[in-house]
């Protein structure tokens, strides 16, 4: 139990673009997901909390204009990389819960901007 | 804000010895995780702790939420190649931020066949 998947795995696209990337929970509901943004050799930096229906609220920091958060189910979530620049290339995980003292990780994303 | 400051950096072992890491904060936390994370993957949660002085097992490892509620410690015991890995605490404080993660900088497992 408690699954998370990612899609897609990785992605590559050109400066200016932008990139959406998934997240399922697929054998439960979750009630909140959580985003993160993971540099090489780097621990994980929160980015923004989703919960279900409602706004994303997003750490200090992090453009909500730029990182696009839309969690209209229990069981998906969405991140959306607006004109996206070299800088932006990085892992993004999502985690998913259904209690607040646990969280299950997605597989990531490995995107890179050309 | 809070920070977790977690040790070893990196630790490189010969298969079959145990193994010890530690996280602490300047801050009290309500819950401490585990998790490993291999290259090119997410975490993988190993223990979650709930009550400060509870000491936890999942097979080779054993991980304990101090007293004080702010520290934790992981024990891997007798190491094999597969171990390899990033470990990872994180503490959830509760309150405002009830269900957010505030991970350490993470340790980084070589085994030695």
Redesign the interface.
């Known amino acids: 139990g408690a699954v ?1 998947s ?1 899609h897609p795995s990785w992605v590559i696209c050109k400066s200016g673009t932008s990139v959406k990337i998934e997240c399922r929970s697929l054998d439960f509901q979750a009630t ?1 997901m ?1 985003w993160y943004r993971q540099f090489p050799k ?5 980015m923004a ?1 989703s919960n279900e229906g409602s706004k994303a609220t997003y750490e200090q920091g992090v453009e909500k204009d730029k990182f696009l958060i839309n969690h209209a189910s229990l069981t998906l979530s969405t991140l959306t990389v607006t004109s996206a620049h070299p800088e932006d290339s990085s892992f993004y ?1 999502c ?1 998913a ?1 259904s209690r ?9 994303t ?1 995107l890179t901007v050309l | 804000g809070q920070q977790l400051n977690q040790s070893p950096q990196s630790m490189f072992i010969q298969e079959g010895e145990d193994v010890s890491m530690n996280c602490t904060s300047s801050s009290i936390f ?2 401490w ?1 585990w ?1 490993k994370q291999e290259p ?6 190993l223990i ?1 702790l ?1 009550k400060a002085g509870e000491l936890t097992s999942n097979g080779r490892l054993t991980a304990q939420f101090g007293i004080t509620r702010k520290d934790s410690f992981l024990n891997i015991s007798a190491s094999i190649p597969s171990d390899v890995g990033i470990y ?1 605490c994180a503490g ?1 404080a509760g309150g405002t931020s ?4 505030t ?4 340790t980084i497992l070589t085994v030695h066949p």
């Not at chain 1, 780097?42 to 929160?46: A, F, H, K, P, T």
């Not at chain 2, 009830?98 to 993660?101: F, R, S």
């Open positions: 998370v990612q909140t959580f780097q621990s994980l930096m929160l909390t995980i985690s819960t607040l003292d646990e969280q299950f990780f997605g597989p990531g490995r | 309500n819950t995780l998790y090119g993957e997410g975490p993988v949660l979650a709930y990872f959830n009830y269900g957010k993660l991970f350490g900088q993470g």
